[in-house]
């Protein structure tokens, strides 16, 4: 069974960053696809960067491309969201997940941790 804990959310201003860690369980980081996701209140889940676990190849939402960074530590098991120059758009929980097949898609991913919280003021 893996298990993921996210960590890092909190209450930033326009323009700041955060970075979102999350930890994983025995070898997950190098052996899943490791992904961001977040959720708005009132709206759907929605994909936000992936990595995938044998070559660093990641993926990018358009609305987070250029501003956030995933990243892992294979020998830690971590996984990291560096977010730059956030918006108030960009205020939702966020969730760490792992998974195989499509790393875009939420329906790929089996494993999820409980999310953090980002709240960004105008």
Known sequence: QVQLVESGGGLVQAGDS????????????STYTMGWFRQALGKEREFVAAILGFVDRTYYADSVKGRFTISKDNAKNMLYLQMNSLKPDDTAKYYCAAGRGSPTMTYAY??????TQVTVSS
């Open 18 to 29: 955060l970075r979102l860690s999350c930890a994983a369980s025995g070898r997950t980081a």
């Open 110 to 115: 089996n494993y999820w941790g409980q999310g």
